[in-house]
């Protein structure tokens, strides 16, 4: 196993400020501490330049920080605000607030321009708004279509469902499913909907955030290592499937880099 690469701490604001070699040490002085202002560094060299630099170095943090954009669509003043305390004061006792964080400055105003509808059940706040481009390449994903997605905790409880890309209302869903795993889940998930949009007859397009699984279905094979007997065979049905079944439907990658998670998500990132 790898060593641990060292960090250095940099406490500018606590009980005894100062750089620290272990966490342990630089967290009892911020602890509680009202206005704690600290940061972690990869070199002792780092480390003392910051403690003697100060307002350079909040400066570069500030720089490289992301801005989080947040939208109140429904609140004492609705609007966009980067300010978290700003937008907190606009929905804190208000009745029924409706707001959103977004990672994109376009992809929040575009989300406040048209409303929440569009916005519910999905996190946004790591997308980004996209270059001309990316805008080009990726575009914006196509609304009717099929959306899936599985979850899995660390105990292997693994579940997965398929949504209406356009409103999240569920198709199908599945589980929960002992021993499994993501890839697994995300695998069926696919199959599950090709099938059923086989049955229903309809051609729509199906999003997956899986590489994994979409190179499985591609080769009709899942690359699993699962030992559950009731999950193996659920795959080893769904890779039936795939090899005695044709179909039309395009599996395509959601790009939840720009599009925020997919409309199937569970929503426990």
């Given at each position: 196993?790898?060593?641990?690469?060292?960090?250095?701490?940099?406490?500018?604001?606590?009980?005894?400020?100062?750089?620290?070699?272990?966490?342990?040490?630089?967290?009892?002085?911020?602890?509680?501490?009202?206005?704690?202002?600290?940061?972690?560094?990869?070199?002792?060299?780092?480390?003392?330049?910051?403690?003697?630099?100060?307002?350079?170095?909040?400066?570069?943090?500030?720089?490289?920080?992301?801005?989080?954009?947040?939208?109140?669509?429904?609140?004492?003043?609705?609007?966009?605000?980067?300010?978290?305390?700003?937008?907190?004061?606009?929905?804190?006792?208000?009745?029924?607030?409706?707001?959103?964080?977004?990672?994109?400055?376009?992809?929040?105003?575009?989300?406040?321009?048209?409303?929440?509808?569009?916005?519910?059940?999905?996190?946004?706040?790591?997308?980004?708004?996209?270059?001309?481009?990316?805008?080009?390449?990726?575009?914006?994903?196509?609304?009717?279509?099929?959306?899936?997605?599985?979850?899995?905790?660390?105990?292997?409880?693994?579940?997965?469902?398929?949504?209406?890309?356009?409103?999240?209302?569920?198709?199908?869903?599945?589980?929960?499913?002992?021993?499994?795993s993501n890839n697994v889940g995300e695998f069926l998930a696919i199959?599950?909907?090709?099938?059923?949009?086989?049955?229903?007859?309809?051609?729509?397009?199906?999003?997956?955030?899986?590489?994994?699984?979409?190179?499985?279905?591609?080769?009709?094979?899942?690359?699993?290592?699962?030992?559950?007997?009731?999950?193996?065979?659920?795959?080893?049905?769904?890779?039936?499937?795939?090899?005695?079944?044709?179909?039309?439907?395009?599996?395509?990658?959601?790009?939840t880099k720009f599009w925020g998670e997919i409309p199937a998500d569970?929503?426990?990132?």
């Open positions: 196993m790898a060593k641990k690469k060292p960090k250095f701490y940099v406490v500018w604001k606590g009980r005894n400020p100062g750089i620290f070699k272990k966490w342990n040490e630089a967290k009892r002085q911020i602890d509680g501490y009202t206005g704690a202002d600290y940061k972690s560094y990869e070199s002792m060299k780092e480390a003392e330049w910051a403690w003697n630099n100060y307002e350079f170095a909040k400066e570069k943090i500030k720089e490289n920080k992301k801005t989080i954009y947040y939208v109140v669509w429904a609140g004492y003043k609705p609007g966009i605000y980067t300010d978290w305390d700003l937008a907190k004061a606009q929905i804190e006792g208000f009745n029924r607030p409706q707001y959103k964080s977004f990672g994109g400055k376009e992809m929040a105003q575009k989300a406040f321009k048209e409303g929440p509808e569009n916005y519910k059940g999905r996190s946004f706040k790591k997308a980004q708004d996209m270059t001309p481009a990316e805008r080009a390449k990726f575009g914006e994903p196509n609304e009717f279509s099929i959306s899936v997605d599985a979850a899995c905790n660390a105990k292997g409880d693994m579940e997965y469902r398929g949504v209406y890309t356009y409103s999240g209302d569920v198709i199908f869903k599945k589980g929960v499913y002992k021993n499994g199959v599950h909907a090709l099938a059923w949009a086989k049955n229903e007859k309809v051609n729509l397009p199906i999003y997956s955030d899986s590489k994994y699984a979409m190179a499985w279905v591609a080769k009709k094979k899942a690359n699993s290592k699962i030992e559950d007997q009731r999950l193996i065979k659920l795959v080893q049905r769904a890779e039936n499937w795939l090899k005695e079944n044709d179909y039309p439907n395009k599996i395509i990658k959601w790009q569970f929503g426990r990132k």
